[in-house]
Nanobody
Framework: VQLQASGGGLVQSGGSLRLSCAAS????????MGWFRQAPGKEREFVAA????????YFADSVKGRFTISRDNAKNTGYLQMNSLKPEDTAVYYC????????????????WGQGTLVTVSS
């Protein structure tokens, strides 16, 4: 699976962005999808994940209530809607897919996108 993340940019604190993850190469709906992020000088961390059906979603405590994750299997695309953004959300955001389903561990993911930068100014 090839993944292409997009939608990052510069936004003021309190603003919103929607990230997209376009998949190609294999059947997207066979995979759970996750979003991870890595801030400068920090390790990559889990943000959100969604099952192949979209029925199950998981969020890091730091984004719960502000971010939503969704997917459109017909379009082979996943999304991360980010609202009420904070400066601490600044990071490179990566999408990934896992054959074993949606999990919180980056080690479970088989394919990764290239990342898209989100910068939140205060």
């Amino acid at each position: 699976v090839q993944l292409q993340a997009s939608g990052g940019g510069l936004v003021q604190s309190g603003g919103s962005l929607r990230l997209s993850c376009a998949a190609s190469g294999r059947t997207f709906m066979n995979y759970g999808m996750g979003w991870f992020r890595q801030a400068p000088g920090k390790e990559r961390e889990f943000v959100a994940a969604i099952s192949w059906s979209g029925f199950s979603t998981y969020f890091a405590d730091s984004v719960k209530g502000r971010f939503t994750i969704s997917r459109d299997n017909a379009k082979n695309t996943g999304y991360l809607q980010m609202n009420s953004l904070k400066p601490e959300d600044t990071a490179v955001y990566y999408c990934a897919v896992a054959g074993r389903g949606a999990t919180r561990s980056s080690k479970d993911y088989d394919y990764w996108g290239q990342g898209t930068l989100v910068t939140v100014s205060s």
